[in-house]
């Protein structure tokens, strides 16, 4: 069973620990790239935990409501990456709304607390495969920048260019005519 209350910590730890949180932009970038989005509801997935680094891996999991369940051909699609996918069943302790006297926690002012059915997805990735990745999205956007950013040979400037653009205009001398 998961708390909220261990959400709300990952989710913290997050925002103070930068390299984790780059970690998770990696991950999210290989979800992109091969596009696990496409598929039924893998788009609405919550993070629960991670990003756990190990030697050679990256594991995180993540929670979808129970009727909501991510489309496993999706997950399919991340195994011929080399990466490891698990499904389970599990329970969200979530506070109750508090609409009647009976909402509350006996002897407190809080609301009682409920288990709603959710999905876990563990996804244990291949660092290679997200630095492979990290790598391809680097070349390709150099790539772009240099395809389409047209450099006019005629408008470049030598070094002797830039001095002579940059002294003021000085009057040419004018030679002398012979014949007069």
């Known amino acids: 069973m998961l708390d909220i209350i261990d959400l709300i910590k990952n989710i913290e730890n997050l925002t103070t620990d930068n390299e984790s949180f780059k970690i998770l932009k990696d991950f999210e970038r290989v979800l992109d790239d091969i596009d696990v989005y496409v598929f039924k509801n893998w788009e609405d997935g919550e993070l629960v935990e991670g990003p756990n680094v190990h030697r050679h891996t990256v594991e995180c999991k993540f929670m979808w409501p129970y009727e909501n369940m991510p489309d496993p051909i999706g997950g399919a699609r991340l195994l011929d990456y080399g990466c490891k996918v698990s499904y389970k069943e599990s ?10 006297p009976g909402d509350y ?27 492979d990745i990290f790598q391809g999205q680097k070349r390709q956007q150099s790539e772009y920048v240099r395809d389409h950013i047209d450099i006019d040979p005629s408008q470049t400037m030598t070094p002797d260019m830039a001095a002579q653009e940059a002294m003021p205009n000085e009057p040419v001398p004018q030679t002398p005519t012979q014949g007069m």
């Open 91 to 100: 329970d969200l302790l979530v506070p109750r709304k508090i609409y009647k």
């Open 105 to 131: 926690r006996p002897g407190t002012k809080k609301g009682k607390i409920d288990a709603q059915p959710i999905w876990i997805v563990s996804i244990t990735m291949p660092k290679k495969l997200m630095q």
